[in-house]
């Protein structure tokens, strides 16, 4: 009763009616709409056409029992031909669209794996940079290496040096050491050469043989 009231009065708008129709699923319909357009760009499909063409064509222009459902010019035939064009034509333009739907989706999917591959070797090139400015100042293994190899030459050439001064100052000892020595045995034989003339004098005046004569001439 109150939709009988709401429907009989003026004031408001009458709301429209809604058809109902069909709605197919979409996707299970551009499923077989490839599928379909995948049959038909096949060489099978080309055979099979041939086939039903020649029977159809062969049966209707002789007759099994005088039997002949499309009869020259073959009216049906072409009717058929005709329906079979006006399907076929949406169903590959609806092919073509998913195709062409997924080639977009997948054109985007590779523009941005190329955005993001770019922005990464972006990245890995400012960090290689980065890293061989830090490494101009960082010691390399030939650098190193021949760090060593000069350090290992200095410390050579400074035992040698250390060496020959050594056996410099070794000769410089022994030739100070003979000196002393030379020094010594002539100040002992210095003192040798003055001692001698007081152990021989006296014992020259005092000998008998020089008092004798003393005595006599008194």
Known sequence: MAEARRAGRLDQPREPGRITLPRPDKEAFGRFAETFARFMGTARFLFYMTIFLLIWVAVNLIGIFGFRWDPYPFILLNLFFSAQASYAAPLILLAQNRQADRDRVSLDEDRRRAQMQKAETEYLSREIASLRIALGEVATRDF???EL????????????????QERKDQRKDMKRAARRAVEGAEHEYELDYDEEPDSIGPAIGSGPEVQAPRASRG
């Open 144 to 146: 190193i290496r021949s």
């Open 149 to 164: 190899t000069r350090l290992g030459e200095e410390l050579d050439e400074a035992a040698h040096r250390r060496h020959k």
